[in-house]
């Protein structure tokens, strides 16, 4: 009987020492809505508009290039269409056509990653600014987690901290 009440008596102090100590090891985990926070970031508007004034540019670049191609070619289709270009002529026009239409895809594809670079470019800084942030926060509120909102598949209630990061951010 005694080993009985010996051994009841440790597994209870087993189960106040694990069951006392869960606060302990407790952690809290916040989330936010980045939506509502980085398209509102004053630096966010001005690298989203000057890369798509970059974007417009290249854009342009790109339709130029194409009229003249367009112009040559309907130059090129009267001449052939009046007999006034000999089939070696037809033929070297034929090619030129196919270069310059060769260059302009590679011009476009060349455009969009230069665009993408530029988007990478000026959205880094901010970004990482934001992960400051997100981490200046969670430190002064003891969060050891803090998710984006859309990423949660459930939650019932919660801590959201964007107001917090919103702050931090000097975003309104």
Same mark, same amino acid.
């Given at each position: 009987?005694?080993?009985?009440?010996?051994?009841?008596?440790?597994?209870?102090?087993?189960?106040?020492?694990?069951?006392?100590?869960?606060?302990?090891?407790?952690?809290?985990?916040?989330?936010?809505?980045?939506?509502?926070?980085?398209?509102?970031?004053?630096?966010?508007?001005?690298?989203?508009?000057?890369?798509?004034?970059?974007?417009?540019?290249?854009?342009?670049?790109?339709?130029?290039?194409?009229?003249?191609?367009? @112009?040559?070619?309907?130059?090129?289709?009267?001449?052939?269409? *009046?007999? =006034? $270009?000999?089939?070696?002529?037809?033929? /070297? #026009?034929?090619?030129?056509?196919?270069?310059?239409?060769?260059?302009?895809?590679?011009?476009?594809?060349?455009?969009?990653?230069?665009?993408?670079?530029?988007?990478?470019?000026?959205?880094?800084?901010?970004?990482?600014?934001?992960?400051?942030?997100?981490?200046?926060?969670? @430190?002064?509120?003891?969060?050891?987690?803090?998710?984006?909102? *859309?990423? =949660? $598949?459930?939650?019932?209630?919660?801590? /959201? #901290?964007?107001?917090?990061?919103?702050?931090?951010?000097?975003?309104?």
């Amino acid at each position: 009987m005694n080993k009985i009440s010996k051994l009841f008596s440790l597994v209870a102090l087993i189960a106040l020492v694990a069951f006392g100590s869960a606060d302990t090891y407790a952690q809290n985990i916040a989330y936010v809505d980045t939506e509502a926070i980085i398209p509102n970031m004053t630096a966010y508007k001005a690298a989203k508009s000057e890369v798509e004034d970059y974007g417009k540019q290249l854009q342009k670049s790109l339709e130029t290039k194409q009229a003249s191609m367009q @112009k040559y070619y309907q130059e090129t289709a009267e001449k052939a269409s *009046k007999g =006034l $270009l000999t089939p070696v002529q037809q033929q /070297d #026009a034929e090619q030129k056509l196919q270069k310059m239409q060769a260059d302009l895809q590679q011009e476009a594809a060349s455009a969009e990653q230069k665009l993408m670079k530029k988007e990478q470019e000026r959205t880094k800084p901010i970004y990482e600014s934001f992960n400051a942030a997100l981490k200046k926060v969670a @430190k002064a509120n003891g969060f050891s987690y803090i998710l984006d909102k *859309k990423l =949660l $598949l459930y939650s019932e209630g919660g801590i /959201d #901290a964007t107001s917090k990061v919103k702050a931090e951010l000097n975003v309104k």
